[in-house]
Each structure stands twice: as structure tokens, then as C-alpha cells.
């Protein structure tokens, strides 16, 4: 997925999600979408992590644990497997002066991959998490800056792009009963929000 600059607005979901939502939202993608799961860039100097059930997301990004207003979140991309092979893991080269001394670490590239990131409570309140991905028109625009690491984007099927990323987003608004401006909030996140914890 490309990651710097805006041909055009990418089709996205933002919304409000805590807790159990985290859990219905990572069952459902497993169980239901035919994706499979990696974290989008690896700790420094470590592979990059594919996972293969929900309960491996949240405990590797310790997604149970909301004391003392501590931020949990995962940033992952979900491949759509039916609509294209071409997906790569590529080793990033780093500054070890700015990056604590390490020298790499791995990212997953592929045009039609669909980014979720899932963020909870801190202490400026609910943040809120989305999904997105690329079109074809804005992967097309990019191709020659990053065809060397991500190949053509000829070669995703983005009608079945498209086709997984709204059924995710339709899942988030059916398990949402209200909204904070137009962001879905999902039954968990709706019980902080009555709590008191502002959506930011």
C-alpha cells in the first residue's frame, strides 16, 4: 500500500471501537473476509508477524489491557487473497543513529492490501480507529514510483478489493447503534462513551 501523498480521497471507515468490538471486528474478518493478517511493519530487526486468529492479534498487541488510560492499538493489512498473489514482505533499511541502533525492519507491500487500524482509550479519551485502501485509479497514478517493490497494479482484481473492504465496513455500521458525527460507535465503545470518555 502506498504511503505518502493523495491523488484522490481512498474509501475508508472511520469509527469507534473498543474492547470486545476489537474481538467481533478480528472474528469476523478471519472467520468471514478470506484474508489473511499481518502486522504493516515489524519491530526493528524482526520479522514480520502473520496472524492466524484473533486471539494472536490480541494478545500480541495486548488489546485486553485499557488501565491507567494506556493506548492500545494494532495497525494491520488484510489481503484479500482472491484478488491478487502479488503481495511482498520487503526488508526497510534504517538509520541505526535515529532508530535506536537497529538497522531494518519488514513491511508488507501490495496495491489492493486494506489497512485497519484499531485504537483504543488514552488519556485524551476515544480515539478512533478506520479501515482503508487504495483504488485503482489512485494505485495506477503511483505504479512507476513503486513498481520496483509492489509490481503492477494490474494484477489485483479490484472489484473483490472493493468487495472486502465494504463488507468490513458494512460489519462496522450493522454493530453500531449510534454515531459521534458520522463515525459508527460499536456497543463497546458506546458504553465508555456513556461512561463519560470523550470521543476524540
Known sequence: VTRQGNIEQMPNCNFYAIDNDFVEILDFVFDEMGCRVFESY???????????????????????????????????MLWPVKASLNVKVNRIELNPKKCRGATHRY????WGLISLELKGINKAGLQYSHTNHNTEKRATA???????????????????????????NNFIKK???KKVG????????????????VAV
Open 42 to 76: 515489524s519491530a526493528y530487526e524482526t520479522e514480520l508477524v502473520e496472524f492466524l486468529s484473533t486471539k494472536e492479534v490480541v494478545e500480541y498487541y495486548q488489546l485486553d489491557e485499557f488501565s491507567n488510560c494506556q493506548n492500545r492499538s494494532a495497525t494491520l
Open 107 to 110: 513491511r508488507v507491500d501490495g
Open 182 to 197: 458520522p463515525m459508527p460507535v460499536m456497543q463497546c465503545a458506546e458504553t465508555v462513551t456513556l461512561a463519560g470518555a
Open 142 to 168: 503511483w505504479e512507476p514510483n513503486y513498481s520496483d517493490v509492489m509490481g503492477s497494479p494490474s494484477e489485483w482484481d479490484w472489484k473483490a478489493v472493493s468487495s472486502a473492504s465494504r463488507k468490513l
Open 175 to 177: 454493530n453500531s447503534n
